[in-house]
């Protein structure tokens, strides 16, 4: 299904294709009519589906109808981490690009200045507020943002916040919510809390599932576990060793492809880069060298990781681990195509290594680990590297565990009565913990949160 096929608003369907994106995914095309229809829905996805439009689209379709009100804030959207907020505000200004609707990002580690464009893009009344769950309870304790004519709410990648201890976040925040709403709940898994929650917050959803595609059987997938400096003596061994050409090497920025470019173009490779600073006509030079095989190792972001149509690259190196589990099936997808073999060789350094895990979960697959080269030396022992992992979050549960303990018992029942936060992951980090001699008033978040 096309996006012109859908009922959107014409400004709407202008963006999408100013865009590039013409065909709908799974996820898309089955969640999109439903939400339309002002239906709840749960969908089961992975990351990198889709599902960011799928949820965004319709949203502003509905605003579109003019019958929501323009001095309140009309939609919530939860998001586990400020990366992920600043993703969704990003895909948010270009899908409302011809609309005239308005978002704020809210999310903690940020200085006073970013605090007060928050606070004054929801005293003003921004349509759609994408936060973090800590930073939003922070603004609701001091007053600083109304939910009371919220029309839609959404929680993306909701199974993370739930990991992350944001169950007890989410539903204050929900309080504060009208009961009429239409609620849009997205998850990569559906654990017993996820369904719990589900039914206190969703009114007869629609539940859509997509199993997410694996790679092709033709492909031989390996890795090297490594340190950073280690990445680029690795790749000289390969091509060296090898003499590969038809050769794809993803990585995850586009600054880390043009440093990258020009540490091969050193060492007498012949290769070009492709990254989203280059214009179209550029973007079309540098394919056509690629395809006419006068260039052998092209270094790109994810810009070409779908789509791309070239049937005989022979090899995929994943410079970079990909966080989304999708992308990493869309990088090795571009070899072994029209029946043929190839290799796809992913780097993994040590904070890396949980997302390598999860890809290895998702696919099913137990992904062979190469040796580094023995003059570049000795790399991090994965299982050295889980054993430190895990006896981390032990401690860190020990001293939670500790802290609790310490609590008099009426600053716990306090705390409980206000929906005190509880700690927030590493991307939204609460609010300073108060003195155990002396009890302080709520402030305002410092710069430092």
Same mark, same amino acid.
Request: hydrophobic share 35%.
């Given at each position: 299904?096309?996006?012109?096929?859908?009922?959107?608003? @014409?400004?709407?369907?202008?963006? *999408?294709?100013?865009?590039?994106?013409?065909?709908?995914?799974?996820?898309?095309?089955?969640?999109?009519?439903?939400? %339309?229809? +002002?239906? $709840?829905?749960?969908?089961?996805?992975?990351?990198?589906?889709?599902?960011?439009?799928?949820?965004?689209?319709?949203?502003?379709?509905?605003?579109?109808?003019?019958?929501?009100?323009?001095?309140?804030?009309?939609?919530?959207?939860?998001?586990?981490?400020?990366?992920?907020?600043?993703?969704?505000?990003?895909?948010?200004?270009?899908?409302?690009?011809?609309? !005239?609707?308005?978002?704020?990002?809210?999310?903690?580690?940020?200085?006073?200045?970013?605090?007060?464009?928050?606070?004054? +893009?929801?005293?003003?009344?921004?349509?759609?507020?994408?936060?973090? !769950? +800590?930073?939003?309870?922070?603004? %609701? &304790?001091?007053?600083?943002? $109304?939910?009371?004519?919220? @029309?839609?709410?959404? %929680? $993306?990648?909701?199974?993370?916040?739930?990991?992350?201890?944001?169950?007890?976040?989410?539903?204050?925040?929900?309080?504060?919510?009208?009961?009429?709403?239409?609620?849009?709940?997205?998850?990569?898994?559906?654990? !017993?809390?996820?369904?719990?929650?589900?039914?206190?917050?969703?009114?007869?959803?629609?539940?859509? &599932? *997509?199993?997410?595609?694996?790679?092709?059987?033709?492909?031989?997938?390996?890795?090297?576990?490594?340190?950073?400096?280690?990445?680029?003596?690795?790749?000289?061994? =390969?091509?060296?060793?090898?003499?590969?050409?038809?050769?794809?090497?993803?990585?995850?920025?586009?600054?880390?492809?043009?440093?990258?470019?020009?540490?091969?173009?050193?060492?007498?490779?012949?290769?070009?880069?492709?990254?989203?600073?280059?214009?179209?006509?550029?973007?079309?030079?540098?394919?056509?060298?690629?395809?006419?095989?006068?260039?052998?190792?092209?270094?790109?972001?994810?810009?070409?990781?779908?789509?791309?149509?070239?049937?005989?690259?022979?090899?995929?190196?994943?410079?970079?681990?990909?966080?989304?589990?999708?992308?990493?099936?869309?990088?090795?997808?571009?070899?072994?195509?029209?029946?043929?073999?190839?290799?796809?060789?992913? =780097?993994?350094?040590?904070?890396?290594?949980?997302?390598?895990?999860? *890809?290895?979960?998702?696919?099913?697959?137990?992904?062979?680990?190469?040796?580094?080269?023995?003059?570049?030396?000795?790399?991090?022992?994965?299982?050295?590297?889980?054993?430190?992992?895990?006896?981390? @979050?032990?401690?860190?549960?020990? @001293?939670?565990?500790? /802290?609790?303990?310490?609590?008099?018992?009426?600053?716990?029942?306090?705390?409980?009565?206000?929906?005190?936060?509880?700690?927030?992951?590493?991307?939204?980090?609460?609010?300073? /913990?108060?003195?155990?001699?002396?009890?302080?008033?709520?402030?305002?978040?410092?710069?430092?949160?």
């Amino acid at each position: 299904m096309n996006f012109s096929d859908l009922q959107l608003d @014409s400004r709407i369907v202008e963006a *999408i294709d100013i865009m590039r994106f013409t065909e709908c995914t799974p996820i898309q095309e089955q969640s999109i009519p439903p939400l %339309l229809e +002002g239906r $709840d829905l749960i969908g089961i996805a992975q990351t990198g589906t889709g599902k960011t439009a799928a949820y965004l689209l319709p949203v502003l379709n509905r605003l579109c109808s003019g019958e929501y009100p323009k001095d309140a804030i009309n939609c919530i959207i939860m998001s586990p981490t400020r990366e992920l907020a600043q993703q969704i505000d990003q895909a948010m200004e270009g899908f409302s690009y011809y609309v !005239p609707f308005s978002s704020v990002a809210v999310y903690g580690g940020n200085d006073g200045i970013r605090y007060e464009q928050e606070l004054k +893009g929801m005293q003003l009344g921004a349509d759609v507020i994408i936060a973090t !769950p +800590g930073r939003l309870i922070s603004h %609701l &304790k001091l007053g600083n943002v $109304d939910l009371s004519r919220v @029309s839609f709410f959404i %929680l $993306d990648e909701a199974d993370r916040m739930l990991d992350m201890g944001f169950f007890d976040d989410i539903m204050k925040i929900v309080s504060y919510l009208p009961k009429k709403r239409q609620t849009i709940m997205f998850s990569a898994t559906m654990p !017993p809390e996820i369904q719990k929650m589900a039914n206190s917050i969703l009114d007869n959803p629609v539940e859509i &599932k *997509i199993a997410i595609s694996k790679p092709a059987e033709k492909i031989n997938q390996s890795a090297y576990i490594c340190y950073d400096h280690q990445k680029i003596g690795i790749l000289t061994h =390969l091509f060296k060793e090898r003499e590969m050409k038809r050769v794809l090497v993803f990585a995850s920025s586009k600054q880390s492809v043009k440093e990258l470019g020009l540490t091969l173009r050193k060492k007498h490779i012949n290769v070009q880069e492709m990254h989203s600073d280059l214009d179209q006509k550029q973007r079309d030079e540098v394919m056509r060298s690629f395809k006419a095989g006068h260039t052998d190792v092209l270094v790109a972001t994810d810009i070409i990781s779908r789509g791309i149509d070239i049937d005989d690259i022979e090899t995929v190196i994943n410079f970079d681990v990909p966080h989304d589990v999708e992308d990493y099936v869309h990088r090795i997808g571009r070899t072994a195509r029209a029946n043929r073999n190839g290799a796809a060789i992913t =780097l993994v350094n040590n904070k890396d290594l949980f997302y390598f895990n999860k *890809i290895e979960k998702t696919i099913e697959k137990s992904i062979p680990l190469n040796e580094i080269p023995a003059e570049l030396g000795t790399g991090p022992s994965p299982t050295k590297l889980e054993e430190k992992k895990s006896g981390r @979050s032990k401690n860190r549960r020990r @001293s939670n565990s500790k /802290r609790r303990s310490k609590q008099p018992a009426n600053a716990q029942a306090s705390a409980s009565k206000q929906g005190k936060e509880k700690p927030a992951g590493a991307h939204d980090k609460p609010t300073n /913990r108060p003195s155990r001699n002396r009890r302080r008033r709520p402030k305002k978040p410092t710069t430092t949160e």
